[in-house]
């Protein structure tokens, strides 16, 4: 299986910095990531495709890069409705798995 | 508006079954692949199983392979997981989603929870 290792673990920042979320995968994905945001109580919604793919109707703030084995999702101007849990996911081969997430919260 | 509710979740004793469904409306449900995913209590996100449009191929978690069959009416847009031989591992919220890799859109999840 892929192993898809997230870090950090949690984060804590204030509104309106740059906040970076790194995921290694265990071995070549090319771009076959997606980063999902996940509120308290909430199920997750789609922020990224494809590494770097803004899904329709997310904030341009949000941002992904990365190809092979190593990506990113950058949240620039954070803002205090961005406190969630993310979790980046592979879904290149199966079974598809997912990091153990980064919760981010306001300083 | 695409949207997917799930019900059929509650508390079950070890050893037995339950059957998830799900319902999306707000798009051509049989042109899409599905997805169940869940996510025990605190935990991670973890792939269950997907279902193809069209000719219905299935994909399974070896966690659930044997256990838990998906399946779909698509006249009724409609996804179904029958779980069986359910452990106390398999206590989670259970969530469908569109797609079988981007999963761009979720149900809200229904909780399973298996306890003596």
């Known amino acids: 299986d892929i192993q898809m290792t997230q870090s950090p673990s949690s984060l804590s920042a204030s509104v309106g910095d740059r906040v970076t979320i790194t995921c290694q995968a265990s071995?070549?994905?090319?771009?076959?990531v997606n980063w999902y945001q996940q509120k308290a109580g909430k199920a997750p919604k789609l922020l990224i495709f494809?590494?770097?793919n803004l899904k329709t109707g997310v904030p341009s703030r949000f941002s992904g890069r990365g190809s092979g084995t190593d990506f990113t999702l950058t949240i620039n101007s954070l803002q205090p409705e961005d406190v969630a849990t993310y979790f980046c996911?592979?879904?290149?081969?199966?079974?598809?798995?997912f990091g153990q997430g980064t919760k981010l919260e306001i300083k | 508006q695409e949207h997917l509710v799930e019900s059929g979740g509650g508390l079950v004793k070890p050893g037995g079954s339950l059957r998830l469904s799900c319902v999306g409306s707000?798009?051509?449900?049989?042109?899409?692949?599905m997805s169940w995913i869940r996510q025990a209590p605190g935990k991670g996100l973890e792939w269950v199983s997907y279902?193809?449009?069209?000719?219905?191929?299935?994909y399974y978690a070896d966690s659930v392979k044997g256990r838990f069959t998906i399946s779909r009416d698509n006249a009724k847009n409609s996804l179904f997981l029958q779980m069986d031989s359910l452990r106390a591992e398999d206590t989670a919220i259970y969530y469908c989603?569109?797609?079988?890799?981007?999963?761009?859109?979720w149900g809200p999840g229904t909780l399973v929870a298996v306890s003596s």
């Open positions: 989603a569109r797609d079988f890799s981007t999963h761009d859109y």
């Open positions: 707000g798009f051509n449900f049989s042109d899409y692949y």
């Open positions: 279902i193809t449009n069209g000719v219905n191929i299935k």
């Open positions: 071995q070549d994905i090319s771009h076959y």
């Open positions: 494809d590494a770097s």
């Open positions: 996911h592979q879904c290149k081969n199966l079974p598809y798995t």
